[in-house]
């Protein structure tokens, strides 16, 4: 893994009260670091699907996608590509909706149901490393990380809701500096109900 992992961890270590470490890659590595690794990914996912992250931002024009099966109401599909997290912004002004698509050996792909076919232009959240990520995104994965990581280490609950209650306080202060860097001239129609829902889990 990363320094920029590493950087992550040792953060979250400090909220924790933890001592740090000189690397995630420790061998043998100690017990609190084989207790939080786990959650490293998953709170990078978690922060990531929050928000249209400019570090994680990509853009795609979509064909449907004959395989998805269609229903009576929305006769294409369109499928998330490899390594995306969420949709962001979908270039139709409506007509469509966000669904999930359960494949036959059970894996799931998020997808966009649409009334109608051809090309698609979207942008979408895509998993990033740690080390891909912007420092205010980061930020918010310290606390993330030391939230999903509380109990297992600590095992204090109270601790855990108040790390819970700055994580989610840490995405919103980020999301406040996120967008200076972008001026884009034609805006897409953003889901913004879908955006609210993600920042409310």
Partial sequence: ???AATAIVNQAFAQLGEDAVPSVEMDPAPSRLIK???????AIDAVLV??????ALEYATLAPAPLVPANWKFGCNYLMPAGGLAFWEVERAGGWERGVWEQPGGATVPILRAREGGP???????RRAADALDANVRDAVVFELAARACSPIKGDERLALKLRDLADKAVLAAMGTDGRDAKGD???I???VGALRASAQ
Avoid: E
């Avoid at 698609?120 to 895509?126: A, D, M």
């Fill in 1 to 3: 893994m990363s320094v």
């Fill in 36 to 42: 939080i690794l786990p959650h490293l990914a998953p």
């Fill in 50 to 55: 929050k928000y249209g992250w400019l570090c």
């Fill in 120 to 126: 698609l232009n979207v942008s979408y959240v895509k």
């Fill in 186 to 188: 034609l805006p897409m």
């Fill in 190 to 192: 953003h889901d913004r």
